[in-house]
């Protein structure tokens, strides 16, 4: 296989999976459906809930397949010049990315049936896959956007990169929609201060909860990637995310890249 999970020729073993479990009253709520896993994965999944039900009678598992990150081996090239690549994605880049283990080309209406991704996260992430630093994919259509279902995505055996080890960043999605309103936009300091102190909790808990899980992100990812799972709660303002951020940083859950100060990463 070009692309697989982790090590091991038996679908059983090819996995290793580590799990966060919080209760509800930690995560936002997150009207989104659960996309479709690869089948090692699943297997996994149900070995592990069979191990924590056994453990703790009378609990539910709801798995948020919108976070998460993977880490995939990947290999590019062919004959002699085959070198892998251990990818480190989201869990919808990872579902995306198993696919072409079984065929070299697909179309986002094929992708989109197989995965079962919303469809605006799909483009987002396809275009992540695509880009011209990291494209571990070949786009079919020109330019930045994605023309259509129709539109075509192709393994890209030419992918190369100085880097054994190698995070595909997400891309910002800058557009927004039409009929969102200069009051949702706008900061919090006109709300009870009640209010505004949950929300605080609440963005920064989200905040650390995506860091924790891709351990370095840029300002712009983490940003889009903490309005995107509050959109159902709320929508904070990127000024407001960004004073969570800070606050963040100065109570030393995250840290500032010493290189690029653009980029944060999770303090353990």
């Known amino acids: 296989k070009r692309i ?3 090590n091991g020729q038996h679908v059983s073993n090819a996995v290793g999976m580590d799990v966060e479990i919080l209760t509800e009253g930690y995560w936002p709520k997150l009207n989104i459906p659960a ?3 690869p089948e090692s994965i699943n297997i996994a ?4 809930r069979d191990f924590y039900l056994n453990k703790y009678n009378g609990r539910k598992l709801s798995w948020q397949t919108s976070t998460g990150s993977s880490e995939i081996k990947a290999n590019y090239g062919s004959g002699a010049k085959t070198k892998r690549y251990d990818l480190t994605v989201s869990t919808y880049q990872m579902c995306i990315l198993m696919l072409f283990n079984n065929k070299d080309t697909l179309t986002v209406k094929e992708i989109a049936q197989e995965t079962n991704i919303p469809d605006a996260e799909l ?3 396809l275009i992540s ?5 990291f494209r571990v994919l070949r786009k079919g259509s ?3 956007g994605i023309s259509g279902d129709d539109d075509t995505f192709t393994y890209n055996p030419g992918f190369t990169n100085s880097k054994r080890k190698v995070r595909i960043p997400m891309v910002s999605l800058r557009a927004k929609a039409a009929s969102t309103t200069a009051a949702a936009r706008s900061d919090y300091s006109s709300l009870p201060p009640d209010v505004e102190e949950e929300r605080r909790h609440t963005v920064e808990a989200a905040a650390v909860r995506i860091m924790k899980a891709r351990k370095q992100l840029t300002h712009n990812d983490l940003i ?3 309005t995107r799972q509050l959109s159902t709660r709320c929508k904070p303002s990127p000024q407001f995310i960004k004073r969570r951020i800070e606050g963040l940083i100065e109570r030393e859950y995250l840290e500032r890249d010493e290189d690029d100060h653009t ?4 303090v353990a």
Do not use: P, Q, W
């Open 4 to 6: 697989r999970t982790m």
């Open 35 to 37: 996309c479709n896993l």
């Open 45 to 48: 999944i149900c070995d592990f």
């Open 123 to 125: 483009k987002r992430h």
């Open 129 to 133: 896959l695509s880009t011209a630093r």
């Open 142 to 144: 020109k330019g930045k």
């Open 224 to 226: 889009a990637e903490v």
């Open 263 to 266: 980029v944060y990463k999770y």
